[in-house]
T-cell receptor, first 112, second 115 residues
Framework: DVKVTQSSRYLVKRTGEKVFLECVQD?????MFWYRQDPGLGLRLIYF???????EKGDIPEGYSVSREKKERFSLILESASTNQTSMYLC???????????FGPGTRLTVL | QKEVEQNSGPLSVPEGAIASLNCTYS??????FFWYRQYSGKSPELIMF????GDKEDGRFTAQLNKASQYVSLLIRDSQPSDSATYLC???????????????FGRGTQLTVWP
């Protein structure tokens, strides 16, 4: 069964902290994605990766970085958290030539 | 600018009726189209996808494509209260032959099915 897991369901951090969000998939998928979802704005792509150590900027990469050292793991890093990064963060993965994305359960991040 | 547009709703239908959800997309060369369902507080789950070569029916769900109008629809027959959710339309608008797998999502249409 397809599975994408995220390290935390809920996270509360303070302004200026460095925040790590982890995503792991067990499907041997090549592609992995990080989105944030906010009311009225829908899903917005932050970064994606199509191979180990490869990354591509999405539509809103500012304030974020990513790391993909192993195929199954894709990390999102908030270098210095700010209140406007309070959001639901969703990770997804897909097979190399397929566009069918599978989502993790999401991490609700609150930055105080 | 690559865009996927959906009517945000809310769309409200009685139980047993047909719910019709629509989206338009900007890239004429798009090849694959996806419908995700998202319950409140949950992550999106894929319910159907179609390619540019035809429509698809799966149980109570039918996805249809109108390439000339750049319009894709999802019909839900015999709607049930459990269908109440936000429906996200997603389109692959990558470069032709791209394997990057990026999808462009609409903002979603909220559907309520009342008993």
């Amino acid at each position: 069964d397809v599975k994408v897991t995220q390290s935390s369901r809920y996270l509360v951090k303070r302004t200026g902290e460095k925040v790590f969000l982890e995503c792991v998939q067990d499907m041997d998928h090549e592609n992995m994605f990080w989105y944030r979802q906010d009311p009225g704005l829908g899903l917005r792509l932050i970064y994606f990766s199509y191979d180990v150590k490869m990354k591509e900027k999405g539509d809103i990469p500012e304030g974020y970085s990513v790391s993909r050292e192993k195929k199954e793991r894709f990390s999102l890093i908030l270098e210095s958290a700010s209140t406007n990064q309070t959001s639901m963060y969703l990770c997804a993965s897909s097979e190399g030539t397929s566009h069918e994305q599978f989502f993790g359960p999401g991490t609700r991040l609150t930055v105080l | 600018q690559k865009e996927v547009e959906q009517n945000s709703g809310p769309l409200s239908v009685p139980e047993g009726a047909i719910a019709s959800l629509n989206c338009t997309y900007s890239d004429r060369g798009s090849q694959s189209f996806f419908w995700y369902r998202q319950y409140s507080g949950k992550s999106p789950e894929l319910i159907m996808f179609i390619y540019s070569n035809g429509d698809k029916e799966d149980g109570r769900f039918t996805a249809q494509l109108n390439k000339a109008s750049q319009y894709v629809s999802l019909l839900i027959r015999d709607s049930q209260p459990s269908d109440s959710a936000t429906y996200l339309c997603a389109v692959n608008m990558g470069e032709r032959g791209s394997t990057l797998g990026r999808l462009y999502f609409g903002r979603g249409t909220q559907l309520t099915v009342w008993p």
